[in-house]
């Protein structure tokens, strides 16, 4: 494992916060994928604007006034760009501009802390395949309110839903659930070798892989709650530890999470139709 | 943007090739996300084992024998595990283990010399953001033939199958190769800017990024022959510059490509029904 980076107090500094300034780029008043980006600014207490929400404007067309003989074209929201000139509000050619939420999470955790190690180190692989793997979650859980199209309603597939929730309850959400428990069994470790004791999924402190899981793990409680009610005793690491630490425990980002600043679950990735649910007291 | 890379061809010396065993854990007989990785083996000339199509054993077998105090549990395969002494060809807890093809393509780029820059560079950044891409719609290609689960047989869900893939075909499929075919036009400049001239995707030569998109195109030829026709010269630089250039005149890789060692497309996550592509001459 490679040398542990400084912690996010330390690494903040008042010249850090003047060299770069975070533009979150994302659709306005849902949480979405953007919600994974936006806790790693909260927990390392890092200033960002989260531009939809601030300016009401509409993301595409902000995305569309940037020069873009410097940048690439992007596929999807959210998009990150990281101003090097202060807090200039105007895109410059000179702006990085980043996409893909797993990308994203993990260029901020290099540069804010969150990193448990350099990009090549196995740490880091680590927490880069648990990031990956949260967001293939997240997709799944999306699709078992789209199996056909995201273009239509969930009314106009509202048959084929229930098929595939049925599915992704039964077989894909345990085998999710019970990756990111043996993870962090495997990295409880302790009797003094240290390390998660359950609450983080690499090495023994937080991490941007945490992070991003545990907002997937927050929309699934939403969105299947009997389903989840019903499982939580498999999985004793995730729902007694890793979920309640950095619900309660964990600084500026449980306050964050407590704020109503945080944005609510409601017509996005996950989504709660009852009838996609497990019946309530089903065993 | 960063500093290049050495080629590829100068990067690959006897004593890495000594100080570092690639071993692809992968399903057999297919090619599968595990094609991506073994493109970037072959573009490098880079000697790796295909554990699984060499010794016919099962590769869940095969990691179930690692040393699981030393690596955390991985999710799914592929998975690669890098040997530091010699050839070892039985795991050892000093083994890198790395799961989630883009993780590896991304790690294998930075080690052997397809990486466009360093880890958090521009450049880099970039290529990262199109090889998730490349592998979000690989995950849509798959779920045009099992969109209700991944657990049942294609022909119980053949209904289904045939709504979405009409939907991939008409709006996703094109969202997806116009950011491929905008990404590739803006790379192009030349009139001596220089870069990709519609051949590569970020910066002037070849990279992790690319060889996953070929992949991808490669088998979407194959499941969807009738709608990628069709749809061809909506996309110029992808089908005229793009895919033949790493087809036909990118080396070593091209020359594995043309191979009868390369594993053929079947039913692994390009399939072929012809139902499920455009009619033939539908316009």
């Known amino acids: 494992m490679a040398a542990a980076p400084p912690s996010p107090k330390r690494a903040r500094t008042s010249k850090d916060q003047d060299d770069k300034t975070y533009h979150l780029l994302y659709h306005p008043t849902i949480p979405g994928r953007g919600e994974c980006i936006r806790l790693i600014f909260e927990a390392t207490q890092t200033p960002y604007v989260d531009v939809s929400n601030a300016t009401k404007d509409d993301v595409y067309s902000i995305l569309s006034k940037s020069p ?3 940048h690439p074209p992007i596929f999807a929201l959210p998009a990150l760009r990281v101003s090097t000139k202060g807090s200039s509000s105007s895109p410059s050619s000179d702006d990085l501009i980043i ?24 740490a880091n692989l680590h927490a880069r395949q648990l990031a990956l793997t949260a967001l293939d979650l997240t997709v799944e859980a999306h699709d078992s309110h789209h199996p056909i199209s995201v273009e239509f309603y969930y009314e106009d597939q509202a048959v084929e839903s229930k098929q595939r929730a049925e599915n992704f309850r039964s077989a894909r959400l345990p085998k999710f659930l019970a990756h990111l428990e043996a993870v962090l069994a495997w990295n409880a470790v302790d009797a003094d070798g240290r390390r998660g004791k359950g609450r983080y999924v690499v090495g023994d402190k937080l991490s941007y892989a945490d992070l991003v899981w545990w907002q997937v793990i927050d929309g699934l409680l939403f969105a299947f709650p009997n389903e989840l009610a019903a499982r939580k005793p498999d999985y004793s690491h995730l729902f007694t530890k890793f979920y309640p630490g950095i619900k309660d425990d964990e600084g500026a980002v449980s306050a964050y999470i407590a704020s109503d600043r945080r944005l609510p679950f409601g017509d996005g990735m996950f989504r709660h139709y009852p009838e996609l649910d497990r019946e309530s007291g089903d065993a």
Do not use: K
């Not at 893909?100 to 804010?112: A, K």
């Not at 448990?116 to 196995?122: C, H, I, M, N, V």
């Open 68 to 70: 873009d003989q410097a």
């Open 99 to 122: 996409s893909q939420t797993t990308s994203i999470v993990e260029y901020l955790g290099h540069e804010l802390g969150l990193a448990p190690g350099p990009p090549q180190s196995a």
